[in-house]
């Protein structure tokens, strides 16, 4: 065969697939000036997708007798280890769509593709095209077979199915490159491996709520040392000494990240050992504390210990000591009248300026979701009685408060558009002396007739009434609110799916600050421009959350909608941190790419909706002895001064 005729054979299998799944955009004039590891990333995902194109065509063996297509490609890992970086293995395809193997006498086509820089020892690689001589004819009938299956949609939900597996593998590939190890052993993920940005800032440490999906992933996986030794080793790490202008924080702080750091051995400069460093908020952008790492790691040793069946760590007493110290932190008494937490501005995800301090929503779900988790893990002793007992106090305050005061529909926005102001007296109706004037004129637009949510932040004299998504679900999934108000968030997000979801799952919260408002509120910040960033950007990450809230209220719909918009196009973004603009349209303008928890969300809500019965090990039912405490301890008929025998908090 002539070297014309062989590409023409090429171009005609090459048209055959649809270019959605297959193009790499990634790979680009730009992108050949990258660093060694994306080279051979972006080599290994071309080779792999090219075995699957040739693979699917099998189904056209009958036609097609008389070519082989053999394609040398990467072999693809399976765990997460750093000898493949070092040395790639190669494996040929197997017979596809009946294209015989040539005998040595036909034409040889030989594409070399030279690559620099490559890690380790990888220099280059070479795409060996073999074909058998044919006639003429036959290549006509091939082209013929090969248009009309395409035209027929024979081959199309196949194409589909590879598309979609080469995904699935290109996430995994990323989310094992970005594992961190110490001493030898993987111990958590990095925040971000972007090879286009130069300035790394501390997105190359291991961030405590970044990795959260991360190690869902790998326990779902069946791949559970990962997230044994990042338990352990942050838990270490929690009694780390830690100041700020000479200020201690309270005993039983999380850090928000760790590095691992190569030092000098003390008196040994020609040796070297590893430690952990921790930053606790003294290093952040904003100095804030992390109050959500504590409640996030309750939260993962407790899933680490449903889906591992290994109950031995949460019983260590290092562990339990840990689990005490979280919560006598956040049990502490203090000034506060309510239940909830009182925390500063930019003290979870959204961690800038964007008016969340007080009491937000996403606090008080992952809270009220530690205590349950807490609850279940803590060992019976008589040093646990005290500590058990305001728990129990506290899961009761909290359940109350937020159902009854959070809670907003087309109903209860009536009622406060209703209020009296200026009360006193113990039987008032509006608690807070909310105003009626600060129902904004979006929200009586916004609110559907079906559907509700739980507001964003409450404090006397204001209720912050935008939708945040992660507060939202959280709530779902851990039984903060009701059965009928989980159903109703689910509801207002199928209602306003245009807002919520558009063109890339999810807005972090809803609306966006704007005008005067935004400049008050975040300071002007640069980074929370309206539609942007935490102000009403959209975070592939979080479709992990809406994934096992769907799960838990049985409607897997909602989330298989919400996978097949953001698999459209976040491999061909290059996995990115956020999206900017109402409907999600860009790439945010600071946003890093190949933003681990954004492979992680996809990959851990893709292995959810393939076995719902996994997102167990995240979801909390409701406690009937909780309910039955609730109805007998409601205030609502208990309002008088001398009735308050109750020693809760509401």
Known sequence: MSLGTSKTVFQVLSRAVPQTGYNEPGVNSLDLTLHSRFGVKCMKKRSSRHRHLFECSSMLQSQLRTHQFQLMSFHDYKTYSRPWLQTCKCQRAESVGGITTGDGNGSRLVNDVETSNLVGNVTSAKHILEFDDVQAQQLKQEKEVLASNVTNGAITDSFDTIGLNSIEEEAWDLLRESVVYYCGNPIGTIAAKDPTSSNVLNYDQVFIRDFIPSGIAFLLKGEHDIVRNFILYTLQLQSWEKTMDCHSPGQGLMPASFKVRTVPLDGDDSATEEVLDPDFGEAAIGRVAPVDSGLWWIILLRAYGKCSGDLSVQERVDVQTGIKMILRLCLADGFDMFPTLLVTDGSCMIDRRMGIHGHPLEIQALFYSALRCAREMLTPEDGSADLIRALNNRLVALSFHIREYYWIDLKKLNEIYRYKTEEYSYDAVNKFNIYPDQISPWLVEWMPN??????????????????????????????????????????????????????????????????????IITGSDPKNTPWSYHNAGSWPTLLWQLTVACIKM?????????????????????????????????????????????????????????????????????????????????????????????????
């Open 450 to 519: 079906k559907g509700g949510y739980l507001i964003g932040n409450l404090q006397p004299a204001h209720m912050d009434f935008r939708f945040f998504s992660l507060g939202n679900l959280w709530s779902v999934v851990n039984s903060l609110a009701t059965v009928e108000q989980s159903h109703a968030i689910l509801d207002l997000i199928e209602a306003k799916w245009s807002d919520l979801v558009a063109e890339m799952p999810l807005k972090i919260c809803y609306p966006a600050l704007d005008g005067q408002e935004w400049q």
């Open 554 to 650: 049985k409607r897997t719909h909602i989330a298989a909608k919400a996978v097949e918009i953001a698999e459209r196009r976040i491999s061909r973004d290059r996995w990115p941190e956020y999206y900017d603009t109402k409907r999600s349209r860009f790439i945010g303008k600071q946003s890093r790419l190949y933003q681990t928890w954004s492979i992680a969300g996809y990959l851990v809500a893709k292995l959810l909706l393939a076995d719902p019965s996994k997102a167990n090990i995240l979801i909390t039912e409701e406690d009937s002895e909780l309910v039955n405490a609730l109805i007998s301890a409601n205030p609502r008929g208990k309002r008088g001064r001398k009735s308050m025998k109750q020693t809760y908090i509401v």
